[in-house]
């Protein structure tokens, strides 16, 4: 077998088998990060936001989600004491 065959066999297995798999790696890799600086994002916030503005906070998440999911005519109110918002349909 000539070098130029072996090069060309090696460098098809490798196009087939090893890029495919770092790729796949990189990926799951990043996705793993991702989640993990998340949640890091998701503590550090808990900790910045005093205890008095935290139920402003989760209201302004919950309009936000509302809106996300197009719920544009809903009114969201906070219920105090219970952690959750209540919709209600504006008028």
């Known amino acids: 077998m000539l070098l130029k065959?072996?090069?060309?066999?090696?460098?098809?297995?490798i196009s087939k088998e090893w890029v495919?798999?770092?790729?796949?790696?990189v990926e799951q890799g990043r996705t793993r990060l991702e989640e993990r600086l998340d949640a890091?994002?998701?503590s550090l916030a808990?900790?910045?936001t005093p205890v008095s503005r935290r139920s402003r906070v989760t209201e302004?998440?919950?309009q936000e989600k509302a809106t996300v999911a197009g719920q544009?005519?809903?009114?969201?109110?906070f219920v105090?004491?219970?952690g959750a918002g209540?919709?209600?349909?504006q008028n």
């Open 46 to 48: 808990a900790k910045a």
């Open 86 to 89: 209540v919709s209600g349909e």
């Open 20 to 25: 495919p798999a770092a790729i796949r790696a």
């Open 60 to 62: 302004l998440a919950l």
């Open 5 to 13: 065959d072996l090069l060309a066999q090696n460098a098809g297995r």
């Open 80 to 82: 105090e004491g219970t």
């Open 72 to 77: 544009r005519g809903v009114v969201l109110k």
């Open 40 to 42: 890091l994002n998701c």
